[in-house]
């Protein structure tokens, strides 16, 4: 019986890692760098399914590896405690134990949260933090935060930002990667009260291309002492549009088809069928909920086509004039729904997308 190597699971480190080498490699060469690289900074956006989570993951396993301390939190309520709680944690191998306190309540920029701090001082968050980056400096111990699913709407998320800008005012040995979906990176952009963060870097996690998406998937499938055809891994690669978490959810689901050491254009065939409900479900709908009424008739003004659509077919169709619809087009290319394909034309950028909306329709 043959172990399963593919993981499809939000989070779960893939055994390889394709298309994302250059973005991990940059961010760190700026660890090493020092304080003032533009890369120790850095924002990911990218639709879902596209490895976010996996790649900050994946950059703070590298940075830890280099001596760093990495704390990790997604965007929402209590992150700051949650980070706090992180770095006491992590560095408590390095640093001597606390003094004895007592369970005090403390307000951050509006924020009431509760923890463990000495009798003799409430010190806000920024003041805690400060005192612990001064302790791993004497040890030469950067930190690194990691902070996922960003939204402007979490206003623990804009006071961190607020206070984090101090950090690097200060030389500290500080390092911050954030993710998020395009439009909420977007909306986190515009926000006055971080402007600072306008000088980070941006990355966009565009589809991995096909001949590294063979590469893993070959990879992955070899690993576990077994062989694929080259047509069938051909057909796989080719419907997961370069989506990270796509190229694991069929992965595994062609893995699954049977226990054969070679795997063949049936098994493929019959992967792909079972990977598309786990889709929908996972990703798809989540997709379409989140987008406008307007969003969804430009989708199924495209989905009458079979591959690539003209822009000017899809305003027709809409009824609406060209300057209406583009609107539509450029916030859906944003988010990572559709793509660009050649001058005034477009295609789904998020695979199986457009069966599932023939299907509803």
Known sequence: MYRNPFTPVFGSDPPFLGGRERLIEDVLKGLDSGPGDPNRITIFAGPRGSGKTVLLSRIVAEAEAKGWIGVQVSAEPGMLMDLMDQVEKRAEAFLAPKSAGKLTGLTVAGIGVTRQIPPEARKGWRVQMEAYLDKLAKRDIGLIFSIDEVKASVQELETFISMFQFFIRDKRNVALMMAGLPGNVLQMFQLDSISFLRRAF????????????????????????????????????????????????????????????????????????????????????????????????????????????????????????????????????????????????????????????????
């Open 202 to 361: 941006r990355r966009e996690l565009n589809p991995i291309l096909l001949p590294e998406v063979s590469a893993v998937m070959r990879n992955t499938i070899e690993m576990a002492a077994r062989r694929i055809e080259n047509p069938a891994l051909q057909k796989a690669a080719e419907r997961t549009a370069g989506l990270a978490f796509v190229i694991q959810l069929i992965g595994y689901h062609v893995f699954n088809q049977s226990n054969n050491k070679t795997i063949t254009m049936s098994d493929v065939n019959n992967g792909i069928l079972d990977a598309k409900s786990d889709m929908e479900s996972m990703i798809l709908e989540a997709t379409l909920f989140e987008i406008s009424d307007v969003d969804r008739q430009f989708l199924m003004a495209m989905a009458q086509d079979s591959t690539v659509s003209r822009i000017a077919d899809v305003v027709e169709r809409m009824g609406v004039n060209s300057q209406y619809a583009d609107t539509y087009r450029r916030r859906l290319i944003a988010q990572g729904v559709i793509a660009p394909a050649g001058r005034g034309r477009l295609v789904f950028a998020m695979p199986m997308l457009r069966e599932l909306l023939i299907e509803k329709a």
